[in-house]
């Protein structure tokens, strides 16, 4: 018993505090109604089991504070809560069911909003001029970028932006499948974030992804005299519907923007920088060298 005490002691101790990533974002009114709908649901459920806060609290080995919190919709449920919950309650894995309802909710809005966009756009042109653009990442190079933060991130929210970074690469398991092209400087291929073997597998995996049919990847090399992305990145969404949206720190201050006119622009910055660019055969090739001597 006393081993189990103290494990249900530490499991409290830890669980009770607000850790970074498990509050609802109060300006998030979607998230919001769906953790309060999952709160209400378990609080009816315990009810119906005729469990009072304490003995429930109790038996899954989490606080009491903790248990208040989720049923009133102020906390997201760890999965492992849910599970310890569907056993105590004997849901039958209905209350765990509930993971998946609570999975994208962890993701920050505007992670969600650009996913959505990504996943109903027939073509994607893509310049990143800091790091590997974020749908050619690797879980390693995304978790060393977020461990470079600061202030640094708590180790819950780096897993959580990792999390939700890999879960936009559903854009290209898409069927029939967008058309991509990334455009990256040749410096953000060789500086060693992470160290060696996190760039050596980064590396790896672009000679990977530019293999498919729908992707055309292009390095801009250091010694170009030419360069037409000085004013930063660019992105444009295009949809079947004919409308696009796009964004850069150059126009409207980084906001989206769909207006004709902003949208040419950023089109005719990225056709310039794609001319300026190796082609993507000779992007290979260079990767591979890149590679070689990493």
Do not use: C
Request: proline share 5%.
């Amino acid at each position: 018993m006393s081993v189990d005490g103290e494990a249900v002691r530490t499991r409290v101790d830890s669980e009770t505090l607000d850790e970074p990533g498990w509050e609802v974002d109060p300006d998030d009114d979607w998230a919001l109604a769906v953790v309060a709908t999952v709160g209400r649901q378990l609080k009816l459920r315990r009810e119906a089991a005729g469990m009072r806060v304490p003995e429930f609290a109790a038996a899954v080995g989490y606080g009491d504070d903790l248990v208040y919190k989720i049923e009133s919709g102020k906390r997201i449920p760890r999965p492992e809560y849910l599970d310890a919950a569907d056993a105590v309650l004997n849901a039958g894995g209905l209350v765990s069911e509930m993971k998946e309802d609570l999975k994208k909710v962890r993701y920050p809005k505007k992670v969600r909003d650009l996913a959505q966009l990504e996943a109903r756009a027939v073509e994607l042109q893509l310049y990143d001029p800091l790091t590997v653009h974020g749908l050619l990442q690797t879980p390693d190079y995304t978790r060393a970028l977020f461990h470079m933060r600061r202030p640094a991130y708590a180790a819950d929210d780096v897993e959580r932006g990792v999390a939700a970074r890999m879960a936009r690469k559903a854009v290209f398991e898409r069927d029939p499948a967008p058309e991509l092209s990334f455009i990256q400087d040749e410096w953000t291929l060789r500086r060693r974030l992470g160290g060696r073997m996190v760039v050596r597998r980064q590396l790896e995996h672009l000679l990977e992804v530019a293999q498919l049919r729908n992707v055309e990847i292009q390095v801009m090399p250091l010694d170009h005299e030419e360069h037409a992305g000085v004013d930063g990145g660019i992105e444009v969404l295009k949809f079947e519907d004919g409308t696009a949206v796009g964004r850069s720190p150059g126009v409207a201050n980084g906001r989206p923007v769909s207006d004709l006119r902003q949208l040419r622009l950023l089109e005719l910055r990225y056709g310039i920088i794609r001319a300026q660019a190796l082609t993507p055969r000779e992007s290979t090739a260079f990767i591979e060298q890149l590679l070689g001597e990493t």
